[in-house]
């Protein structure tokens, strides 16, 4: 008899280990339960627009439960004002400075692959949309995740002549707490394609911020970044009559009075960058053959442009 009683006393104290935790938001999380949730992710990772929740977990994220971890801002890019949504984790990618964590964002019959960002204490840092499956075009989209990871958006549909189209945007989060195109890739008509200065609306009131220019598809544009030793920059350059074509995204560092260098980590490309009055001289030192092409380099100089002065305000 006291056997049985030792066995379903044993039992009933399983059991209640075992009780499901309540991710409603409604009571308290532990953090340890909160992230747990996120298991590890196997890269590469690959996934379509027309299978977006395959690797979603069945369990529901209520938005108090992220709201105990995240801010409400953490939203504002992926849902707009909209806070009607459900929440299936994904997975998660650990890296030595970031955490990553993956989720799909369901509101009614959309469906949003989003990534989240924290510290390595699971301070948020910042948040992104990668995929959806509610595109009103003709072509397919992909997202593939590598190790580093560099979120790979694409987009690609049969052209004439049965030629495959395709657009591809490589993303990465840095150093300055952005989200930022490292990879640029497309086979569109160059006639319907523009280029795109992805930081031309940052700051730009540093030393060294400005425009530095050849023509319309030859530039380098610098911005302010984190303090006076950081900046944002872009470089598209276009040779060749378009045969040869390179862009980068980053983060320059200053190291001397008048140099800096562009060196992230999981990118073999080094750029050396010199400032002498209005021209700025590039250097490749690395590997840069990820973001130009094989015949061409980065070497080149440019000469800032001028900015337009301000009209002051002339008093009545």
């Not at 006393?9 to 009571?27: A, M, N, Q, R, W």
């Not at 340890?32 to 529901?60: H, Q, R």
């Not at 010199?274 to 440019?302: P, V, W, Y």
Request: aromatic share 12%; charged share 30%; net charge positive.
């Amino acid at each position: 008899m006291h056997r049985w009683i030792g066995a379903l006393f044993i039992l009933f104290l399983v059991g209640c280990k075992e009780k499901p935790i309540d991710f409603s938001g409604e009571v308290p999380l532990k953090q340890k339960d909160f992230f747990g949730v996120f298991k590890a992710m196997n890269l590469p990772y690959a996934v379509s627009d027309t299978n977006i929740d395959k690797s979603a977990d069945t369990i529901t994220i209520g938005l108090k439960a992220f709201l105990q971890f995240f801010p409400d801002s953490a939203f504002n890019t992926l849902t707009g004002k909209n806070r009607k949504f459900n929440i299936h984790p994904i997975g998660k990618i650990e890296k030595e400075k970031e955490h990553y964590y993956l989720a799909i964002i369901e509101q009614h019959k959309i469906k949003k692959l989003v990534v989240f960002v924290t510290d390595k204490k699971n301070n948020f840092l910042g948040s992104k949309e990668l995929l959806h499956n509610d595109y009103k075009d003709e072509y397919a989209h992909s997202l593939n995740i590598n190790k580093e990871p560099t979120f790979l958006i694409s987009k690609e549909k049969m052209g004439k002549d049965n030629q495959l189209q395709f657009s591809r945007a490589g993303w990465v989060y840095n150093d300055v707490g952005i989200f930022m195109v490292v990879i640029n890739d497309s086979n569109e008509d160059p006639k319907k394609s523009e280029v795109i200065n992805p930081i031309d609306t940052l700051p730009k009131k540093n030393k060294f911020s400005g425009d530095y220019i050849k023509d319309k598809k030859n530039y380098v544009s610098i911005r302010d970044g984190k303090d006076l030793n950081n900046y944002s920059f872009f470089i598209h350059f276009e040779r060749n009559e378009g045969a040869c074509t390179g862009e980068l995204k980053g983060n320059l560092q200053i190291k001397t009075p008048n140099s800096g260098v562009f060196n992230e980590n999981g990118d073999p490309c080094i750029i050396d960058f010199k400032f002498a009055k209005n021209e700025i001289t590039l250097k490749e030192q690395g590997s840069c053959g990820n973001h130009r092409g094989i015949k061409c380099f980065f070497n080149d100089s440019f000469v800032k442009k001028k900015e337009p002065k301000q009209k002051s305000l002339k008093k009545k």
